[in-house]
């Protein structure tokens, strides 16, 4: 078993920048791809990023590409998402998701590829 937990959201104003990061313990997850997802209220979780076991590829929702940056540590079980140019739209909880194995194309930006998840953290982004 994988858990996660997120940290590093607040609120804050537009334009500013905030790193979120995703604990992971249980397992070491350097053989798993790790991605970031968020949920506004009312709507469904969408994909935000995911970033290869290696942190050689990564793959970035358009909403979010140029702004937002993937990366992990191996050696702290550790997953970032560094957020930069916030916008209003950007308010969401964000959660962070494990999946052993590759990051695929495609496949990796479903909520159902993955086996793990953490309980989210609330970024609120003010106009």
């Known amino acids: 078993q994988v858990q996660l937990v997120e940290s590093g959201g607040r609120l804050v104003q537009a334009g500013g920048s905030l790193r979120l990061s995703c604990a992971a313990s249980?397992?070491?997850?350097?053989?798993?791809?790790m991605g970031w997802f968020r949920q506004a209220p009312g709507k469904e979780r969408d994909f935000v990023a995911v970033?290869?076991?290696?942190?050689?590829?990564?793959y970035y929702a358009d909403s979010v590409k140029g702004r937002f940056t993937i990366s992990r540590d191996n050696a702290k079980n550790t997953v970032y998402l560094q957020m930069n140019s916030l916008k209003p739209e950007d308010t969401a909880v964000y959660y962070c998701?494990?999946?052993?194995?590759?990051?695929?194309?495609?496949?990796?930006?479903?909520?159902?590829?993955?086996?793990?998840w953490g309980q989210g953290t609330q970024v609120t982004v003010s106009s």
């Open positions: 249980g397992r070491t997850v350097s053989s798993y791809a």
């Open positions: 970033i290869s076991w290696s942190g050689s590829i990564a």
């Open positions: 998701a494990a999946r052993s194995g590759e990051a695929q194309s495609g496949a990796a930006t479903t909520t159902s590829y993955y086996d793990y």
